[in-house]
T-cell receptor, first 114, second 109 residues
Framework: NAGVTQTPKFRVLKTGQSMTLLCAQD?????MYWYRQDPGMGLRLIHY???????AKGEVPDGYNVSRLKKQNFLLGLESAAPSQTSVYFC?????????????FGDGTRLSIL | RKEVEQDPGPFNVPEGATVAFNCTYS??????FFWYRQDCRKEPKLLMS???SGNEDGRFTAQLNRASQYISLLIRDSKLSDSATYLC??????????FGSGTKLNVKP
């Protein structure tokens, strides 16, 4: 069972470079999310998607873009990386919220911007 | 005001101790509640959902108090392997989950 898979797991970028983080889930979940986690802080929602072709802003969307062209994939893009975007990025997915449906997480992407 | 607030700890307890964490949430319309466990530099993993009547899973007991808007996690007979950060998560029955910043637990031999 793959669950939620994130690629890459580690990346170092220079300021101004661009890159895309890929999240793939094989659980047929409708909802997908991108979070960032910084030291001493909880997870903060960057963007999320409630279905193929739809995306919405979360708490900290600036500097990021997303796309959900296929139900199983949710891409997070950094167009011009900044040192403030150094963080650990987690992708999660969940079924639609009926009752106690938790999120399932990928194992994270550690991104450093120099 | 934060959606979800937790005491960051750390809680330092000996093996075999009982320890409890609380978490408060600000939205009275919140519908779903969870405790996740996060090990250092790893992804959060679901520990247990929290049901209105309270629920137990082995050494772990979760309680919900809607009137006071808090949830709790009780760990009995702590093990070294319980050392981790425990995240409180609240869902308002729409599209978003709100995470506390976590409570760190250190279980000492």
């Amino acid at each position: 069972n793959a669950g939620v898979t994130q690629t890459p797991k580690f990346r170092v970028l220079k300021t101004g470079q661009s890159m895309t983080l890929l999240c793939a889930q094989d659980m047929n979940h409708e909802y997908m999310y991108w979070y960032r986690q910084d030291p001493g802080m909880g997870l903060r929602l960057i963007h999320y998607s409630v279905g193929e072709g739809t995306t919405a802003k979360g708490e900290v969307p600036d500097g990021y873009n997303v796309s959900r062209l296929k139900k199983q994939n949710f891409l997070l893009g950094l167009e011009s990386a900044a040192p403030s975007q150094t963080s650990v990025y987690f992708c999660a997915s969940s079924p639609p919220h009926r009752g106690n449906q938790p999120q399932h997480f990928g194992d994270g992407t550690r991104l450093s911007i120099l | 005001r934060k959606e979800v607030e937790q005491d960051p700890g750390p809680f330092n307890v000996p093996e075999g101790a009982t320890v409890a964490f609380n978490c408060t949430y600000s939205n009275s319309a919140s519908q779903s509640f969870f405790w996740y466990r996060q090990d250092c530099r790893k992804e959060p993993k679901l520990l247990m959902s929290v049901y209105s009547s309270g629920n137990e899973d082995g050494r772990f007991t979760a309680q919900l108090n809607r009137a006071s808007q808090y949830i709790s996690l009780l760990i009995r007979d702590s093990k070294l392997s319980d050392s981790a950060t425990y995240l409180c998560v609240v869902n308002n029955n729409f599209n978003k989950f709100y995470f506390g910043s976590g409570t760190k637990l250190n279980v000492k031999p």
